[in-house]
Each structure stands twice: as structure tokens, then as C-alpha cells.
């Protein structure tokens, strides 16, 4: 008996890193699954159907049932495909794991136009093409189960360049950043329909990490110790967030590596500079800098906008 017996599945991205160990615990779990992979290289040049092909036999030697699909979830009709192609294939959807990924690095000041429209297509309207197609199947479900919670799982991927910002990462860190904060959208938007969002931040040994100069090093596996960089150790929490025991958990962004899975909290209150009924003028601003920066008491909460 799986965790996941019964559900269906689409891991983007799911042919090598940490997709395709995603695609293979959820797999082991019991759950059908669509293993996406346009087959590019790490540029997000060409394609190529082998990943994603390999990934799905190994699926299947295991005893899994896995199916291939290589379409570009970056474009709409790429994901209206692939969400099309699971339930025609395995009769619903139950699970999203958003994980298609590309890299394209280079200073603010030296980055093409290519270089940021790539990289914010792949990843920030890939995610939400894929959910856009998701969400409203879901919501049809609801609609045609008397709004029934139909216990749908989004599980987005970002990274910590999206949490805290790296330098020479501009498009990456805000299509990162952009895929966390619709994350908290897509969690208050769908909660109606039972269908939770959440995301992970990985830290692995892919092809997307052996290009940063150190890494390959400083990551690779040492014999004997438990190996805390191996792209599979990302799959138990994105398992654990599809599953249903994990229906009371949404909106939330985990940073998983090694033995880790560190919950996240994003943008909160340091300090409220209140110049009482009127506006701050520059010169006070200036005058009060120092108390600007004052941290305020812990647990204070910043006012709501109410809308
Ligand atoms: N490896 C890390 O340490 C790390 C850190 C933070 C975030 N991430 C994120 O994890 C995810 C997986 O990365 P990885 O390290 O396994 O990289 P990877 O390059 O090994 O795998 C990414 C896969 O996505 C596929 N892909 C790219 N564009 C696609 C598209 N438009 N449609 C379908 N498939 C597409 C590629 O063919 C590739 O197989 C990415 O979103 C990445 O940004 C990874």
C-alpha cells in the first residue's frame, strides 16, 4: 500500500535532477504519474525525448505505471497538453509538482533581453501556465461535485536566489520570487476547492549546480557518509505535501536539502516610522534615519490593507 494509491501525478521537469526523483518516489507511492521533460540542455537550448523516456522505464521496472510527455510547459498550449495528457490517459489530476527549470546567468548589466525572457518564461509562466490548467480543472470538478473539496496539490518549486537574491541571477531570483509569491496566491485562491499550493527550495547536485565554480567539489558524495547533496533527497517532503495528510498545509515555502526541511517565512514587519496624522517630509526622514532602522518589538504585525 502507497501513500499516494490511486492519485495521478505531473512532475515538470521530471526527466534528471531532482524532477525525475520526484517523479520516481511519487511513483513508488502508488501514484500514476506524467513524467514531463522537454529534453533541453540547461540553457534551456533543444530538445531531446531520452530524459523523460529513460525516466518512465525506470518507473516501469519497478513495478510503477508512468507515462512520457515532451511538451514546453513554458508555452500555454505546451501545458494545456501535458494537464490534457494526464487525464486522458489516467482519468484526473490530483497532483502538480511544478519543477521544469533553466539557467541563464549573468549580471544585471551584461544580461540580453533573450537571457530574461527565457528564463522568466520557463520558470514563472511555466508554473503558472501548468497551474492556470490545473486549477481550472479542479475547479470544474468542485463545480460538478456540488463544490465538493476535491483535494487537489500544487507543489511549486523556487529557490533560496528567489528568498534572499544572487548576483547575476536577476531573471532567475525574480522569476523565483514571483513563482513564491503566487504560490501564497494560488493557496488563498484554491483553499475553496480544497486543493492546497506550497513549494520547495532545493539545494542538490544537478546539472543546474555542477556549472557554479566550486560546486561540483564541494558537493560531490563521500563514500561512507550519507550523501546530504543527492537530488532525491528533495522528493519525501514534495511526497509528504501531496499526500492527504497533508491537507491542512498550504501557502508554504520549504528550503529541503540533505536532512533538512527548513520552513520558510518571507516579508514581515521590522519597523513601523509613523509620523502620525500627515505625511513624512524628506527632512524628517533624514533627521529620524537612525530610528528608521530601529527594529520594532518582536511579534509586532504590520496593519492588513483589507482588500
Ligand atoms: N539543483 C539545485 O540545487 C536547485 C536549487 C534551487 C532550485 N532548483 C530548481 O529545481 C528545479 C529542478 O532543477 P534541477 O537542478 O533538477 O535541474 P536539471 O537541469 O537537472 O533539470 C531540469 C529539467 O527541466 C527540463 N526543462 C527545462 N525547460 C523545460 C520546459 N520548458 N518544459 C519541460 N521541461 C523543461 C530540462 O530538460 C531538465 O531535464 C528547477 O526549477 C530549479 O530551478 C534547483
Known amino acids: 500500500m502507497g501513500l499516494?494509491?490511486?492519485?495521478?501525478?505531473?512532475v515538470t521537469g521530471a526527466g534528471r535532477g531532482i524532477g525525475r526523483g520526484e517523479a520516481m518516489l511519487l511513483a513508488a507511492q502508488g501514484a500514476q504519474v506524467l513524467v514531463n521533460d522537454v529534453g533541453s540542455a540547461r540553457e534551456g537550448d533543444g530538445t531531446d525525448p531520452s530524459p523523460a523516456e529513460s525516466v518512465v522505464q525506470e518507473i516501469r521496472d519497478l513495478g510503477g505505471?508512468?507515462?512520457?510527455a515532451h511538451d514546453d510547459v513554458s508555452t500555454w498550449t505546451g501545458a494545456q497538453a501535458t494537464v490534457a495528457r494526464a487525464i486522458e490517459e489516467f482519468g484526473t489530476l490530483d497532483?502538480?509538482?511544478?519543477?521544469?527549470?533553466i539557467l541563464r546567468?549573468?549580471?544585471?548589466?551584461?544580461?540580453?533581453e533573450e537571457q530574461w525572457d527565457d528564463v522568466i518564461r520557463v520558470h514563472l509562466k511555466g508554473h503558472f501556465a501548468m497551474s492556470h490548467f490545473a486549477c481550472g480543472y479542479w475547479r470544474e470538478q468542485s463545480k460538478d461535485n456540488d463544490g465538493a473539496l476535491v483535494g487537489g496539490r500544487i507543489i511549486n518549486t523556487v529557490s533560496e536566489s528567489g528568498l534572499f537574491g544572487m548576483a547575476g541571477q536577476a531573471n532567475y531570483s525574480a522569476a523565483k520570487a514571483g513563482i513564491a509569491?503566487?504560490?501564497i496566491v494560488l493557496a488563498r485562491e484554491m483553499r475553496k476547492y480544497g486543493v492546497t499550493a506550497n513549494a520547495v527550495a532545493p539545494r542538490a547536485r544537478t546539472r543546474m549546480t555542477s556549472g557554479v565554480p566550486g560546486a561540483e567539489?564541494?558537493?560531490a558524495a563521500k563514500p561512507g557518509e550519507y550523501d546530504e547533496w543527492d537530488p532525491d533527497n528533495v522528493a519525501p517532503v514534495v511526497g509528504f505535501l501531496a499526500s492527504d495528510s497533508a491537507a491542512d498545509v498550504s501557502g508554504q515555502v520549504f528550503v529541503v536539502w540533505g536532512s533538512h526541511a527548513y520552513l520558510m517565512r518571507g516579508w514581515s514587519l521590522v519597523?513601523?516610522?509613523d509620523a502620525g496624522d500627515r505625511r513624512w517630509t524628506i527632512e524628517e526622514l533624514i533627521a529620524g534615519k537612525a530610528d528608521l532602522f530601529a527594529p520594532v518589538p518582536r511579534g509586532s504585525k504590520i496593519p492588513q490593507?483589507?482588500?
Do not use: P, R, W
Not at 505505471?65 to 512520457?68: D, G, S, V
Not at 497532483?95 to 527549470?101: E, K, Q, R, S
Open 217 to 219: 567539489e564541494f558537493m
Open 271 to 273: 519597523n513601523d516610522f
Open 105 to 112: 546567468d549573468a549580471m544585471t548589466f551584461s544580461m540580453t
Open 181 to 183: 509569491s503566487m504560490t
Open 4 to 10: 499516494l494509491d490511486g492519485k495521478v501525478a505531473i
Open 95 to 101: 497532483i502538480l509538482v511544478n519543477n521544469a527549470g
Open 305 to 307: 490593507m483589507g482588500f
Open 65 to 68: 505505471t508512468a507515462i512520457a
